[in-house]
């Protein structure tokens, strides 16, 4: 019996000259290196165009004219993990009316400045926030002293300047000021952690879009260099199972403890129905943003979700740097999210040891209640934020969440004093144990309260429960075309059944 790689073999002889790019991961070197072996062959019809070893996967040409079949012959291959399409991923940047607000609304409606006041400092250098994007002019003067290196994976260089475009008007500059602008200069801006230390990765080009696997070199790069939040406001519209590549990049951050804030997208849409990379790539460490207005409701265009999307935060209309020294007004949720990327760099410069997870259910607790679906209904407040921390009042870890029927879920009171005993408002729904492991019982909401041994108290926000459970794997490719194909040519793969 021919091995599955003779086979391959056979399938890929062809001269066609367009190709598709995929990236495919293999569970060991010995595989990894019999692809390298087939791809030397020119005529297979297979080439690598780059490995990328911190994800464990080669990125590779494959003729459209074998497409179907060569990908579904590497998925049946036992030695292949998956295989991804290299999609395109964009920037989220929503149209804005020039009539509206200019000023830094935002930065009050946060109360960014007793927020400083409170904490005695504006942040601290020692805190590095990766603004993964267009780049970022590292000499416009409000962002200077906060820059240190990092690296343009879009032309490949050690140089992340922001090139600015017909479809880029300097977006990752704009990002960057948001989180870290310095304030000190004359008619500036000033960001939510104007102490901070920017580092550059740049992936998307002049046009406002990359590929895939650049943004995930762009993640492990800010993962290696220490990071300790990565601000990520960019995505793609996608199946869950055609960006797994982008998942396990997320997760390798959240692993490291880096903590990940994603933009939820501008499509109006909800996150719980429509899946969206990397803001669904749900993790301990990850926070998701949706954009709140200056009445603090929801824009039209920003996307939000119950389920998916943890805060909203300012993000139309907000005054911030762009490349050549100047200034200018964008919306989107690009915007809100390196707001909530500065409250972070904020809060970890009061407490090093704060985790995403911890700092997530923090800025939930805390939060101003707002007309946008998202898992706390609430927009960030810096302030009330840094003072529950440096009061060490008590808060829950999570604050909500949404479980699955007999999903469970530990749950820990911060600050506590003592042991902790809990109660579940509907044990119908939710039940808790002695050591806070909350288990899903039947569809509905319910809250956990938590009592300390002097007596302080703090409470859940909601717990959804829901049928849920696992459902039909999907096809790892966008195209329902290929879909077809490789299920005609490998029915017994689990998305065609």
């Not at 230390?197 to 406002?208: C, D, E, K, T, W």
């Not at 993790?283 to 949706?290: L, Y």
Request: net charge negative; glycine share 10%.
């Amino acid at each position: 019996m021919k091995s599955v790689f003779s086979a391959f073999v056979f399938i890929l002889i062809s001269t066609q000259a367009h190709a598709a790019e995929y990236l495919v991961k293999y569970k060991n070197q010995k595989a990894f290196a019999r692809l390298q072996e087939m791809a030397a062959v020119k005529s297979s019809g297979l080439s690598v165009r780059d490995v990328h070893q911190p994800g464990s996967f080669m990125v590779v040409d494959i003729q459209t004219k074998n497409e179907a079949a060569t990908v579904g012959e590497l998925l049946s291959a036992p030695d292949i993990e998956w295989v991804n399409p290299n999609f395109e991923l964009k920037a989220f940047e929503a149209p804005f009316d020039k009539a509206k607000l200019k000023e830094q609304w935002g930065m009050a409606k946060v109360q960014a400045q007793k927020a400083w006041e409170r904490a005695g400092n504006r942040g601290s250098r020692g805190v590095i926030v990766a603004v993964i994007d267009t780049g970022v002019d590292y000499h416009h003067k409000n962002l200077a002293a906060n820059a240190i290196p990092g690296y343009d994976f879009n032309g490949n260089d050690e140089d992340p300047m922001d090139e600015v475009g017909r479809a880029n008007k300097g977006h990752g500059t704009h990002c960057a000021g948001v989180i870290g602008a310095t304030g000190v200069v004359d008619d500036g801006v000033v960001g939510l952690s104007p102490d901070v230390s920017i580092m550059p990765v740049r992936f998307l080009g002049a046009n406002g879009s990359g590929n895939l696997a650049d943004g995930i070199k762009a993640i492990d790069f800010a993962i290696e260099k220490g990071a300790h939040v990565i601000s990520a406001s960019w995505g793609a519209s996608v199946r869950r199972a055609t960006a797994t590549a982008l998942i396990e990049a997320v997760k390798r951050a959240s692993d490291k403890g880096v903590i990940f804030v994603a933009a939820a997208a501008n499509d109006g849409r909800s996150n719980d129905k429509t899946d969206v990379f990397p803001a669904n790539a749900n993790f301990e460490n990850t926070i998701t943003v949706a954009a709140s207005n200056s009445n603090d409701g929801k824009p039209s265009w920003s996307n939000y979700g119950k389920s998916t999307v943890h805060v909203a935060s300012p993000g139309e209309g907000i005054m911030s740097t762009i490349p050549n020294d100047e200034y200018v007004s964008m919306s989107g949720t690009s915007m809100a999210t390196p707001l909530v990327a500065g409250a972070v760099a904020l809060l970890k410069a009061q407490d090093p040891t704060l985790t995403g997870a911890q700092i997530r259910a923090l800025l939930q607790t805390t939060g101003v209640k707002a007309n946008i679906e998202t898992a706390c209904n609430c927009r960030i407040d810096a302030f009330a934020a840094v003072d529950h921390l440096l009061s060490r009042r008590p808060w829950m870890v999570p604050a909500a969440a949404t479980m699955n029927a007999k999903e469970t879920q530990d749950i820990t009171m911060m600050n506590a004093n003592g042991a902790v005993t809990y109660v579940s408002s509907d044990p119908a729904v939710l039940t808790v144990d002695a050591n806070g492991l909350v288990t899903a019982v039947a569809n509905g909401t319910a809250r956990i309260t938590a009592t300390d041994a002097a007596g302080h108290t703090a409470g859940t926000l909601d717990f959804d429960v829901k049928g849920g459970g696992a459902g039909k794997p999907e096809c790892p490719v966008s195209s329902e075309t290929i879909c077809r194909g490789i299920c005609w040519l490998f029915p017994r793969l689990g998305f065609c059944q």
